[in-house]
């Protein structure tokens, strides 16, 4: 007895200490997505500006704290410990609708937007699509010309150039595995032009069990991107990072770098000693397509107390155009809102926007959105282990049946939970 | 002897209460969840018996993260133990460098894991890293230690090692320590020789120290986590994962949080399993003095 | 005589070794210190070389990132906070175990161990849970409890094993004399474990000021960072400024390096007098 006495009141004496007061202000939590060109302070100053304009609202930054932790896993682990955020950078809003962690935008909230509607899921937009990006080659044209290699209109072409540069010792692309992300770029590419290029909304296909990942046109995209990781990326891809890639192609010790429209925010810099040059990945004919992210935004979490401030905010944050502009500026964006916003742009960001006018868009691979977007944790599995494995020489096929096996345990756990 | 009950209570029950709020319980919500579909985020999920067991048993990835636990569990417990034994013996002395030398084993220890993966990344980069640019002066073509995940994880194992073979040192120290000298001196004084004196005296007696380092470097090797996360993050395509690895991104990139439940409750029955054999192997071997 | 002449040089050889196995064994903190006083331009250069224009300019930069001295307040209040409440908890907890030799006491040190087979990264979600229930999350008290539960089987192994080296005699005869438990624990064991809470402390100290995970998530953002974690933030991954990496990783270790350093003969004197006897 006594000793369930004095269990109690140790308890007790826990929860004394515990219980303080929450004081009542309108304060807003927003969880931002940090990155070289978009450090801590860039997000701040746009709470800065909004706290300015609303002097009775706060507003509070979190991040995630470092590149091990990517954001939306972050996001997962303060959803999962009840500290969901109220307004956040979502990259991958398929993952949380299921769970019903995010709002839905009403009808006519996001007016302002050039396409509300892209990336809709069932019919419900849950997220303000901030910024377009896209994904293709920067080459190193000092070195393109004084080896006479045009720019590649075809797939066979592509091979050639990379041929003749390892022909006069020089390293045709720069790509890491390190980090996990980079090569996926890559391998995002080849599935635009190969499989998405055909069938823009193959994703809804996959996602409906019609098709699966191991297809002729997808064993294509990945046998050519398993050429180039193989053959043309040097001896070490496993232990290069990010950095290191960028390290690598702006010294001049490699001549391609596949990777996206933000590594214009490196070319602006101007620290390198030659001109650089941009173009898509090229089809088996043409080099026609283009893949765009547009999967990245702004998402309000479904159990704020203040929905309309965070309305406010985001409405805020598009349509003050310093603030906006600053914001593409900061890796050469294309912007998403009704009126274009402009900027300072570099000649290589004004070339590309020339270049693609004409071209077939579609949805980066990993990251259709909407409808078409990959199962909950596919995305991960593309990037963490298909493309990985892919890289350092994995049979196609089995690895795209292992894909297709992934997709039937996603399935069945969405299925279950239903 | 009777004792006062309550006092005895009220020194034991702080401590016990505040571990089973926040060691046992957690635990416990844990191995629940493992027999459930919870995919971590939801606040609805369903009791699905054994599956995630039977499809965990039947996962190439766990068998390839158990390999890799596994590879660096029998590296790091060699270094720790048989490194560990001997320069206890070699440096325990009454000297200047002996002391100074067993200080230095211990420096590392006292740092971040984040703190020692940071240091090494830069020593083992392949692209202008340390080792790199010494055997380049040398001549030498850079050696890549990220070529083979055998490799990296060997290369991973010894940093382990580095950072943490000082506590183990200490252990067996502290043991060495507790042999009494005149034992040793008896031998001496018998033309017992060095090596002699070490398999048969110096050895068995420090058996309690082997005890608890051989249980300490297991476990800790069963959950390596950290070192792995910052140097190769499991990469690539999950060759270097390791099972808290691999559980961890399990609940958190794949939205699996019941069969990431189910993949730690077996770690922890294996951590157990191990421990338990190992027990019973070094106890008996202790000689009493 | 003869012997003695033989000795010396054979010691010398010997005290040379240990030297040269230390310093090899320094080499990668000789990289990290060395390349902190240097520029970028010169860790390129010379990875290896002495800094040969020292600069206190990555230091200045790593202060002006993050509010060091707040962060080593942070860091200091949880710290110290933490080793203290484990040590009162498990060494009082360990003397009861450890003296009352019955099977509710055989239960408990089982059952204090199952702790020490769990990795610590598999309690962090759901103890943020329990503490967000006990709404205990964003507070420093909350990682101090996160903390008591994570080490307490550590501390319990440690001080059971030390206990049980003080003959049993001393605090019965004082239980005889009429003194009370408790005051036989502070007034006599207590004492009498300084080399074991010395041992603990380090451990502790060692591992709570190093923690990086728990106290990111437990903290969150609101109630200020550890060193760790906001040496961390500063450090990003995405940077390869080794210089600006070195002099963080600088400014995160020295203090706990120092305590090391301190504190080594007690530290020493708790093991072999403690767990290993056990």
Known sequence: ????????????????????????????????????????????????????????????????????????????????????????????????????????????????????????????????????????????????????????????????????????????????????????????????????????????????????????????????????????????????????????????????????????????????????????????????????????????????????????????????KELYGEFLKSEQLFSTTKDPVEYEMIPLRKNMEEQIANMTEVEGFESMTGDDAFLPGLKDYFTNKMTQNIAIGADVASELDAFDEEWEIAKEAIDDAA | MKHNKLHDTLLVAPGYLIYTIFMIIPLGMCFFYSFTNWDGISKNYKLIGLKNFRRLFADA????????????????????????????????????????????????????????????????????????????????????????????????????????????????????????????????????????????????????????????????????????????????????QTITLLSVEKAFEYNRRGYSSAIILVLFVMILIVSAIQLSITKRREVKY | MSVKRNRLPREGIGSALAILFALIYLFPLYIAVSNSFKSYGDIIKSPLALPTRPTLDNFVEAFHSSNIASLYGTSLLITVSSVALLIFISSSAAYVITRRNNKACKFLYAYALIGIMVPPVVTLVPSIKTLSMLHLMYKPTGLLMFYGGAYFSTTIFLYTGFINSIPASLDESAYIDGASTIGIFFKIIFPLLKPCTATAVILMGMWIWNDFLNPMYILGSTSGRTITTGIYNAIGAYTSQWNLVFANVILASFPIVILYLCMQKQFMSGLTAGAVKG
Request: hydrophobic residues 45%; negative net charge; charged residues 15%.
């Open chain 2, 61 to 240: 990835d766990f068998y390839n993260a158990l390999k890799v636990t596994l590879i660096i569990t029998v590296i790091t417990v060699l270094i720790y133990n048989v490194l560990g034994v001997l320069l206890a013996v070699l440096l325990n002395r009454k000297r200047r460098a002996c002391a100074f030398a067993k200080s230095a084993v211990f420096v590392p220890t006292v740092l971040s894991s984040v703190v020692v993966a940071f240091i090494w990344s830069y020593i083992m980069q392949t692209d202008g890293g340390v080792i790199n640019t010494v055997l380049g002066v040398f001549g030498i073509a850079p050696y890549d230690f990220y070529a083979t995940p055998l490799r990296t994880i060997v290369m991973i194992s010894v940093i382990i090692a580095w950072n943490g073979l000082g506590l183990f040192l200490v252990i067996y120290v502290a043991t060495l320590n507790t042999i009494p000298t005149e034992l040793m001196e008896a031998a001496e004084v018998d033309g017992a020789s060095g090596v002699q004196r070490f398999f048969k005296i110096t050895l068995p007696l420090m058996m309690p120290g082997i005890t608890i380092n051989s249980i300490l470097s297991m476990a800790g090797g069963l959950k390596q986590y950290d070192h792995v996360k910052v140097i190769t993050g499991g990469g690539p395509g999950g060759a270097t």
């Open chain 1, 1 to 320: 007895m006594k000793k369930i006495l004095s269990l109690i009141l140790c308890a007790l004496l826990i929860c004394g200490t515990a219980c303080a007061a929450f004081a009542e202000e309108t304060k807003i939590v927003f969880c931002v997505n940090i990155q070289p060109q978009l450090p801590l302070e860039f997000w701040q100053s746009i709470a800065d500006r909004y706290m300015a304009a609303k002097p009775d609202v706060k507003v509070e930054i979190i991040g995630n704290p470092s590149s091990n932790v990517t954001l939306p896993q972050y996001e997962k682990t303060l959803l999962a410990t009840d500290q969901f955020p109220d307004i956040m950078v979502m990259q991958n809003p398929a993952d949380f609708v299921p769970s019903g962690a995010l709002l839905a935008f009403d009808e006519g909230d996001l007016d302002y937007l050039a396409d509300p509607n892209v990336g809709k899921i069932d019919g419900k937009q849950y997220v303000a699509n901030y910024k377009k990006q896209i994904i293709g080659v920067f080459y190193n044209k000092d070195m393109f010309a004084a080896n006479g290699i045009e720019v590649p209109q075809t797939w066979q072409a592509l091979v050639d150039a990379s041929e003749t540069l390892l022909a006069a010792g020089i390293q045709p692309f720069s790509l890491g595995l390190k980090d996990g992300w980079p090569q996926g770029q890559l391998a995002n590419m080849f599935a635009g032009t190969d499989l998405l290029a055909k069938d823009p909304h193959w994703g809804a296909k996959r996602n409906a069990d019609e098709v699966k990942f191991n297809n002729p046109d997808l064993v294509k995209a990945m046998e050519k991107y398993q050429t180039i990781c193989t053959k043309y990326c040097g001896s070490n891809i496993t232990g290069i990072t990010y950095t290191q890639m960028l390290e690598q192609f702006f010294t001049g010790k490699a001549a391609m770098l596949p990777i996206g429209s933000w590594v214009n925010a490196e070319v602006a810099k101007a620290e390198q000693d030659f001109e650089v040059g941009w173009f898509p990945i090229p089809g088996d004919e043409d080099a026609n397509v283009v893949s765009v992210f547009v999967n990245e935004g702004l998402s309000i979490g479904a159990d704020t107390k203040y929905p309309e401030v965070c309305k406010d905010f985001i409405h805020f944050f598009f349509t003050d």
